[in-house]
């Protein structure tokens, strides 16, 4: 499960970046604001996943309902960037720092969810063999992580548009979802 969670974060970061080129046009402030986005969102996300472990101690639950929170969250990504622009298009306030801003808060609810899923499985990875576990998920992640950014790039965009990726990412997401769900038991 935490593979695809790779995969799909890595495709979201690639069409995110491509579809903020409406807002930023084709230039490094796009790729910076989504990178920042990613890893500020993980930071956060890395303590939320704390807290909520200790507070639910079922990690397949807990990260199930993060999934399904990454999805509805990037499922609501393109109304942003609509939003967005129009906010931009209508003000009279410097352009480049509400750009960032805006772009910013959009991208962090998804990516603060991202990043609480890793402090979560690390919970049921270390109740088995905590060095094995940890090292095991991690390069589970990183490899669907590459696998995300160079199928994303490479076929996933060239076959199916931005669109049509972003909206194949959103529902792998929300299957991993339900797939935790379904392995993690009844209750939370």
């Known amino acids: ?45 890395s303590l939320l996943g704390g807290w909520l472990i200790r507070r639910f101690p079922r990690p397949l639950r807990v990260y199930g309902w993060l999934e399904l929170g990454v999805a509805a969250c990037a499922a ?9 622009l129009a906010v931009v298009e209508a003000t009279t306030w410097p352009i480049g720092p509400l750009r960032f801003v ?40 990183l490899f669907g992580a590459c696998a995300g950014v160079l199928g994303s790039a490479y076929l996933l965009v060239a076959f199916l548009g931005l669109a049509g990726t972003h909206w194949l990412a959103v529902a792998i ?16």
């Open 76 to 84: 609501l990504f393109p109304l942003m960037v609509q939003g967005i």
């Open 173 to 188: 997401n929300a299957a991993t979802g339900l797939a935790a769900l379904s392995l993690g038991g009844a209750s939370v």
């Open 102 to 141: 805006l772009t910013f808060g959009a991208l962090l609810p998804s990516t603060i969810l991202m990043g609480a899923t890793f402090p979560v499985l690390l919970e049921a990875a270390r109740a088995e063999d905590p060095g094995r576990g940890v090292g095991n998920l991690y390069a589970a992640n």
């Open 1 to 45: 499960l935490f593979a695809v969670s790779g995969f799909v974060g890595l495709v979201y970061e690639t069409v995110w970046t491509r579809r903020l080129i409406l807002v930023f046009g084709a230039t490094i402030q796009s790729a910076s604001t989504v990178l920042a986005g990613f890893m500020a969102g993980f930071a956060v996300g």
